[in-house]
């Protein structure tokens, strides 16, 4: 389809226009990006980093000198300049926040990292933070950050690479045509077997062995004890953040109550057992996050929204989508889509796969060659793309720091309600009322 159609399509001519570029202002000048973190995921954006003519990386900093070293090979590999190394302590990320000029910071550090490295870049006069996903632990720390990005007047924006999956969004592109209807409910998640990742023998990133904590390596060391010590939807934004761009969340509505139920906690000690057998230390440990925990939301148009957790069982990945409006829907889990007086017979499923290619975004009909071969198919590519493009063009990110707040606030809130048997508990409105007059920016033309 080409671009105008599109705009045309979807109705949001207006709002689309306020984020074309100005090609007269575009500056030419390299974005000098950097990166706390170099980890597994940081190594993935600083692979994207390097392949781009408009971005030079003059600094990372990490703690691990292995994760380090990795990240240096990626580099001498591209041929690119090697940036400031900045290593040492669990601080040193400060040394380089004074001595550098950075106009993009990414940070891809353990969840608890996130709040006072994206309040510390925010204060040294960083105007673009690309946050790997949760903003933060508790609920204040999510107001903490907003507060903070509102008062330096700077943009954060969550890496929800999820949200720029090809069939995510070219069904994004077909509830813009009005083809599902008007929708009614909305289902996701993150259900993902995460046994091998939340435990390793120190050396692999994936499995061998059942350590964790200061004996396992990458992801293991940090975040299996946000398994042992709570209870909730650990990992929201890879189901929420397509919902919310499919039903304008901070944009005409928002997310208005919340709850949460978890099933008992077998996965883990079992996965412990199996691998390492009875006796291992790791057999005694308690896990408090529930195998399965399942969240309603309900929003002020009218829609509901179930979410899953499910990280600790055999499975295979689904993010499990459900878009359901009042002509149709579409499931990821069946690869189907129905849509009422045009699917080819009632009451049964078309295979998806036509109705995704017909509807492709046009950002990845663009891009889809530039995509190729970047993380998770493709899709790490276009969020990078995104951040840079708007830092580059100086205009705000097209997923703010307000979408941030309320997509990854779901995990202490569903720990609320988990802890209060269950209770219904109230969103918070981070926009402060500006949700009712802000419009849809994300992903409105092929540009970015
Ligand atoms: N969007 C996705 O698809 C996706 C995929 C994987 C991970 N993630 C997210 O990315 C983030 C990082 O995950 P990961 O898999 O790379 O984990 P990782 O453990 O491989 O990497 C984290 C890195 O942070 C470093 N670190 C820890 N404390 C630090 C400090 N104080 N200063 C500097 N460096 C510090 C660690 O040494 C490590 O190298 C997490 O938020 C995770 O949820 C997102």
């Known amino acids: 389809m080409k671009r105008k159609d599109f705009i045309r399509n979807t109705g949001l001519a207006t709002a689309s226009l306020a984020v074309l570029p100005s090609f007269a ?6 974005v000098k990006a950097a990166i ?4 597994l995921r940081g190594q993935s954006h600083l692979d994207l980093l390097l392949r781009r003519d408009d971005v030079e990386v003059t600094a990372v900093c990490d703690v ?6 990795m990240a240096k090979e990626l580099i001498t590999k591209s041929g690119k300049k090697m940036p400031q190394v900045y290593t040492g302590d669990n601080y040193s990320w400060k040394k380089m926040l004074e001595r550098e000029r950075i106009d993009a910071m990414i940070i891809a550090t353990p969840w608890e990292w996130h709040k006072p490295m994206i309040i510390g870049s925010l204060e040294m006069g960083i105007k673009y933070i690309g946050t790997e996903v949760m903003l933060g632990i508790t609920l204040q720390d999510h107001w903490d950050v907003v507060k903070a990005a509102e008062r ?9 690479n999820v949200c720029y999956r090809r069939d995510v969004m070219a069904v994004l592109n077909m509830v813009r045509q009005g083809l ?19 435990f390793n023998d120190g050396v692999n990133s994936y499995g061998h062995g059942v350590e964790y904590g200061e004996k396992a390596f990458s992801e293991a060391r940090w975040r299996t004890e946000h398994s042992v010590h709570r209870n909730g939807d650990l990992y929201p934004t890879h189901g929420i953040g397509p919902i919310a761009h499919y039903i304008h969340i901070n944009r005409g509505n928002r997310f208005l109550t919340l709850n949460s139920f978890s099933s008992k906690a077998r996965g883990l000690h079992n996965h412990i057992v199996k691998q390492g057998g009875k006796d291992h230390p790791n057999a005694k440990v308690n896990f408090k996050l529930g ?13 509901t929204i179930l979410l899953q957790h499910d990280t600790n069982l055999p499975r295979p990945y689904s993010l499990g989508f459900r878009v359901q409006g009042t002509e149709g829907l579409w499931m990821d889990v069946n690869k189907g889509i129905y849509i009422e007086g045009k699917s080819a017979k009632a009451h049964q499923w078309d295979e998806a796969k036509a109705w995704l290619d017909k509807y492709d975004h046009p950002l990845w009909a663009r891009w889809s060659k530039e995509a190729q071969g970047s993380g998770h198919g493709g899709m790490d590519f276009y969020v990078i793309h995104s951040f840079i493009e708007s830092a580059k063009r100086k205009l705000p990110t097209q997923m703010d720091v307000y979408d941030a707040a309320a997509w990854s606030a779901i995990t202490p809130l569903s720990e609320q309600s988990i802890e209060l ?3 219904t508990v109230e969103f918070p409105d981070f926009t402060g009322g500006q949700w009712m007059y802000r419009k849809p920016v994300f992903a409105l033309n092929d540009e970015y």
């Open 180 to 198: 599902f209807g008007e929708l009614i409910h909305l289902q996701g998640g993150y259900q993902h077997d995460l046994r091998e990742v939340k």
């Open 152 to 160: 330096y007047n700077a943009h954060v924006m969550m890496l929800e």
């Open 291 to 303: 195998d399965v925990v399942t969240t309603h939301i309900n929003c002020a148009n009218g829609e």
């Open 421 to 423: 048997g269950n209770e």
């Open 36 to 39: 706390i973190g170099t980890g």
């Open 64 to 69: 691990d000198s292995r994760m380090l070293t």
């Open 25 to 30: 202002s575009r500056a030419e000048t390299k």
